[in-house]
């Protein structure tokens, strides 16, 4: 299986320097957020979630963050790497299942 | 775990032909979803089960495309007959009570119908 080369919008990075990557989403019902990331050729990948009691949520290198107010989402990635390159998806739900949002494709420049 | 394992990872079929996209979810998940992914559209949910039983087919385009999922391990798309505007990746999913866990993709499908 491999990735679609979709026409989308193009974050371009210098290794080290942080990324942030915004999604606006569009069900006020939605109460779960997912961010994914999908690297050619391959499925995508869970990166993180949030529930929508919540304002922010950390990982490894990676922070969500929620507006609900304006109904907007970001992943931001800590000392972007090259391996970070790949098409980011967010993803909404306001039940059993996900809507997907349009994607960003990150380019890591070394 | 070998992760969702979905099979062919190509087809290319003629147009007409009957196309059965096959899909081995997660031993233990009982939410299975099936995905089309183009470049107009991005990811389009199709279908998806819960406990083996169809919950949403909204996204089923039309009638020339079915799932099934005859049991908690296995599931088909097929597409009957085929067109080249069908021709996109197609995705199975699979996740633990519905979409609160998040999803396990599989690689995908890559169909072309010529």
């Known amino acids: 299986g491999e990735s679609v080369g979709l026409h989308l919008p193009t974050l371009s990075v210098q290794e080290g320097d942080n990324s942030i990557i915004n999604c606006a989403y569009s069900?006020?019902?939605?109460?779960?957020f997912i961010w994914y990331k999908q690297e050619s050729g391959k499925g995508p990948q869970f990166i993180i979630d949030i529930r929508s009691n919540m304002d922010k949520r950390q990982g490894q290198r990676v922070t969500v963050l929620l507006n609900k107010t304006v109904k907007h989402l970001s992943l931001q990635i800590a000392a972007t790497q090259p391996g970070d390159s790949a098409v980011y998806f967010c993803?909404?739900?306001?039940?059993?299942?996900?809507?997907f949002g349009g994607g960003t494709r990150v380019l890591v420049k070394p | 775990d070998a992760g969702v394992i979905q099979s062919p990872r190509h087809e290319v079929t003629e147009m007409g032909q009957e196309v059965t996209l096959r899909c081995k979810p997660i031993s233990g998940h009982n939410s299975l979803f099936w995905y089309r992914q183009t470049m107009m559209r991005g990811l389009e949910l199709l279908i998806y089960?819960?406990?083996?039983?169809?919950?949403?087919d909204s996204g089923m385009p039309e009638d020339r495309f079915s799932a099934k999922m005859p049991n908690a391990s296995f599931s088909t798309l097929k597409i009957q007959p085929s067109e080249p505007r069908d021709s996109a990746v197609y995705f199975c999913?699979?996740?633990?009570?519905?979409?609160?866990?998040?999803?396990?993709f599989g690689s995908g499908t890559r169909l072309t119908v010529v």
């Open positions: 069900n006020s019902a939605s109460d779960y």
């Open positions: 993803a909404e739900s306001p039940g059993n299942k996900l809507t």
């Open positions: 089960f819960n406990n083996n039983v169809p919950i949403d």
């Open positions: 999913a699979s996740s633990f009570q519905g979409a609160r866990k998040g999803y396990t």
